[in-house]
């Protein structure tokens, strides 16, 4: 079993940054793909980013393509989603996400769930 546990939301302005932590406990935290999703209200929960175990393969959904960057430490256990430049489209509650193995697009293929962080980016 794994536990996600994710930090760093806030209410921000456009433009600004913010820099999102989860942290894993319970597993052996380098097995994991890790992928980030998000979910505005009345809207379905969607890929934002992923990251494979060892760090080197990343993916990025197009919206946030150029403004966010993923990363991990193994060492600390932590994944960690950068995002520059945040725009009010980017308010949501985001949620890091764990599975063994590949990295996966579709948030229904992880298996491990933090309880979300929420982002708001005010005009």
């Known amino acids: 079993q794994v536990q996600l546990v994710e930090s760093g939301g806030g209410l921000v302005q456009a433009g600004d940054s913010l820099r999102l932590s989860c942290a894993a406990s319970g597993g052996t935290f380098s097995r994991y793909a890790m992928g980030w999703f998000r979910q505005a209200p009345g809207k379905e929960r969607e890929f934002v980013a992923t990251i494979s175990p060892s760090g080197s393969t990343l993916s990025y959904a197009d919206s946030v393509k150029g403004r966010f960057a993923s990363s991990r430490d193994n060492v600390k256990n932590t994944v960690y989603l950068q995002m520059n430049s945040l725009k009010p489209e980017d308010t949501a509650v985001y949620y890091c996400?764990?599975?063994?193995?590949?990295?996966?697009?579709?948030?229904?293929?992880?298996?491990?769930w933090g309880q979300g962080t929420q982002v708001t980016v005010s005009s």
């Open positions: 996400a764990a599975r063994v193995g590949i990295p996966s697009y579709y948030y229904a293929e992880y298996s491990y």
